[in-house]
């Protein structure tokens, strides 16, 4: 199972970036994807998360802001973050949990600063 992630960078306060994972190793279409973050000194947290059927789910602090969708035809899910703010800054995971592990990519830097 492989998970490259991408997109990641520095971004003024107000505005938008949109992350990319895309998958391999799995059923992809079946999984249930999610992007997590961890801030420097904190645990990783969950950002948002999607199922099969393109249900999703929010950490309250992104709600509004950020969405999460999928692209089974090309095995990705994205993440576009809009509004950022200074404390969205964080190192963001793409992760799945398939076959009783959990996969993660190698993370992408989200810098929000001005």
């Known amino acids: 199972v492989q998970l490259q992630a991408s997109g990641g960078g520095l971004v003024q306060p107000g505005g938008s970036l949109r992350l990319s994972c895309k998958a391999s190793?799995?059923?992809?279409?079946?999984?249930?994807m999610a992007w997590y973050r961890q801030a420097p000194g904190k645990q990783r947290d969950v950002v948002a998360s999607?199922?099969?059927?393109?249900?999703?789910n929010y950490a309250d602090s992104v709600k509004g802001r950020f969405t999460i969708s999928r692209d089974n035809s090309r095995r990705t899910v994205y993440l576009q973050m809009n509004s950022l703010k200074p404390e969205d800054t964080a190192v963001y995971y793409c992760?799945?949990?398939?076959?009783?592990?959990?996969?993660w990519g190698r993370g992408t830097l989200v810098t929000v600063s001005s």
């Open positions: 992760h799945v949990f398939w076959k009783t592990r959990d996969y």
């Open positions: 190793g799995i059923a992809f279409s079946i999984a249930t």
């Open positions: 999607i199922i099969s059927s393109g249900t999703t």
